[in-house]
């Protein structure tokens, strides 16, 4: 089993900039990818971006140049730095991580979210 907590949510204008944090711990490969994720009210969970355990970075098109995602492997926590925040970027924030089990990625475990709210 793998926990994630995530943390750093809030309220920030538009413009403005917010730092989440996701802290897994439990049952972690070597090999893994972790990601945020985040869903709108009465739209799909969306991919954000991910990172795999080598720094291999993925993003939606519509958070590249605005969001980055890093990681501390040695701490087990992931980060996703937001700059440049719009109102469409509100949204429940979840991150997630996948093990490879060395031909798949198994399932992922998810977080319980974050709320982040972009108003002025």
């Known amino acids: 089993q793998v926990q994630l907590v995530e943390s750093g949510g809030g309220l920030v204008q538009p413009g403005g900039s917010l730092r989440l944090s996701c802290a897994a711990s439990?049952?972690?490969?070597?090999?893994?990818?972790m990601g945020w994720y985040r869903q709108a009210p009465g739209k799909p969970r969306e991919l954000v971006g991910s990172i795999t355990s080598g720094g291999s970075t993925n993003y939606a098109d519509s958070v590249k140049g605005r969001f980055s995602i890093s990681r501390d492997n040695a701490n087990g926590t992931v980060y996703l730095q937001m700059s440049n925040l719009k109102p469409e970027d509100t949204a429940v924030y979840y991150c997630?991580?996948?093990?490879?089990?060395?031909?798949?990625?198994?399932?992922?475990?998810w977080g319980q979210g974050t709320q982040v709210t972009v108003s002025s």
């Open positions: 997630n991580l996948r093990n490879w089990a060395g031909r798949y990625y198994e399932a992922p475990y």
């Open positions: 439990g049952s972690i490969f070597s090999f893994n990818s």
